[in-house]
């Protein structure tokens, strides 16, 4: 490339940076929209998860569309899709309009995410320069996610819920012509092959499935919900059998055998999912039952995401020294102690002693992350190693949208049932707290607060009973890391 090579970071990081912070600003503007919407408990998951179970299955077909047409028209087509998608989230005027828009920012995502790594190892051929400008650009995406909730926190003290949206207007407005300008527009390989069908197959498998399991949680195993999930569970068999007979398939799942990479890939799906749909709860939790602000909330949540952002990039000089199979069980088994600590931990009367716990839980979750990616790409063969990345990726996208699904269903379902509200509570209140809330509000009076105050004791039993379940799901993953990680490579790969 002609073009100064900083320059080109200084325009991918730009356009990457929007995509980070769009993956977790949207958690603290949950409580807010629930109530303006009057979203159910189901569209409240809908409207968070659809993003990365699109982006899953998109992620990998719209990097080999980008080789065929040229990174800087993919990156442009996505910035413009991104920022259309922005415009359309911020001014749903219903839930299911949301959850559209949100599959339509996982689709223009899902376009820039790959043009962004290959446009940084097609600028910087000097592998020492390389490497800084990959470190540059882990940093800065880590920090992004991290301060996701503090600015969406600040939008929604002065604007209403679709401002976390509209917030990425501007931004386009300034990152498209840096791309326009600062990018070359180097032509793309035309005779690579692009097969669509396969990655529209993996989307339709995921959304029926979640589907069938959210509907049949929420309103017990009938005809619609039965076949969604036995449908979705048919589509990702043939998904996968397509995987295995294909000659150019997505994802090369013979790369499973290897014992590295497939509990590498198991850790990056559970600590993906696990920090994901933790957030879920813990926005819902602040907000709902401890009445804080969205500010105070997105300050709350500082010592969570900030310890995963130090996490990831300290998880490599750790498994140096220590091992990987060694600090990615202990990373596991301190992710399902903190958790298990902060499932009996009172939030109103312990403020410091949660934070600490926050802090442990995401320094876990983000040295878990990385040890992940140690197994899996260290694991692999040189020959595999963009095909172990696809892996990856998708499983981490995989992992974040199924997390909000286990987490929210389970507490949605454990909340039903602990929900005792005075005669006369309006049936949606008994689905979630969003609604709960929602109908207090509307109804004001003794019967709004005694509906609350119902709310509020059935989300903390909620709470407390998912963390224990999930604590214990991952402390078994710790141990099962331990064993099959034996002689597995170390952070030097």
Request: glycine fraction near 12%.
């Amino acid at each position: 490339m002609q073009s100064n090579p900083w320059l080109i970071l200084a325009a991918v990081i730009a356009a990457f940076v929007p995509v980070v912070v769009d993956m977790t600003i949207l958690h603290i503007a949950i409580p807010s929209l629930t109530v303006a919407l009057g979203a159910s408990g189901n569209q409240v998951l809908w409207i968070i998860d659809i993003y990365p179970l699109v982006m899953a299955g998109l992620l990998v077909p719209m990097g080999t569309l980008a080789d065929r047409i040229g990174y800087r028209k993919m990156l442009l087509l996505g910035l413009g899709i991104f920022t259309l998608a922005s415009i359309a989230a911020a001014f749903s005027p219903t839930a299911p309009a949301l959850i559209a828009a949100r599959a339509a920012l996982g689709i223009g995502s899902s376009m820039i995410m790959p043009c962004v790594l290959a446009l940084v190892r097609q600028a910087f051929e000097d592998d020492a320069e390389r490497a800084t400008a990959l470190g540059i650009w882990s940093v800065v995406g880590t920090a992004g996610a991290a301060i996701g909730p503090l600015i969406g926190g600040l939008l929604l003290e002065r604007f209403w819920w679709g401002s976390v949206f509209l917030v990425n207007v501007p931004v386009m407005a300034i990152v498209i012509p840096m791309v326009w300008i600062l990018v070359p527009a180097l032509p793309g390989d035309r005779q690579t092959a692009w097969n669509p069908w396969q990655a529209l197959v993996l989307v339709a498998g995921l959304i029926l499935t979640v589907f069938g399991i959210k509907s049949g949680v929420k309103d017990g195993l009938h005809a619609s919900s039965t076949a969604a999930l036995l449908g979705g569970v048919a589509i990702l068999g043939w998904f996968g059998r397509m995987q295995v007979s294909s000659k150019s398939p997505i994802l090369d799942l013979s790369l499973l055998r290897k014992p590295a990479i497939a509990v590498g890939l198991l850790m990056a799906f559970v600590a993906s999912g696990s920090l994901a749909g933790f957030e879920l709860v813990l926005a819902q939790e602040l907000q709902f039952v401890l009445d804080k602000t969205p500010l105070e909330a997105g300050i709350f949540m500082l010592p969570l995401v900030g310890a995963a952002a130090v996490g990831g990039p300290l998880g490599g000089r750790l498994a140096t020294r220590f091992g990987l199979r060694v600090v990615a069980s202990l990373s596991m088994a301190a992710a399902a102690a903190s958790l298990f600590a902060i499932s009996f931990t009172d939030f109103a009367r312990h403020d410091y002693l949660v934070a600490l716990l926050l802090a442990v839980l995401g320094f876990a979750l983000g040295v878990g992350l990385l040890a992940s990616s140690i197994a899996i790409m260290g694991s692999a063969p040189k020959e595999s190693a963009g095909a172990a990345g696809a892996l990856e990726s998708t499983g981490y996208e995989l992992g974040g949208g199924l997390g909000v699904t286990l987490f929210g269903v389970l507490v949605n379902s454990i909340y039903r049932s602990s929900f005792s509200g005075p005669a006369g509570t309006p049936d949606g209140a008994m689905h979630s707290i969003g609604e709960a809330m929602a109908a207090a509000r509307n109804l004001g009076g003794d019967m709004g607060g005694a509906i609350a105050g119902a709310a509020k004791t059935a989300f903390l039993q909620a709470h407390g009973s998912v963390l224990i379940l999930v604590a214990a799901m991952i402390a078994i993953l710790a141990l099962v890391v331990f064993i099959a990680l034996r002689g597995a490579p170390t952070g030097q790969h």
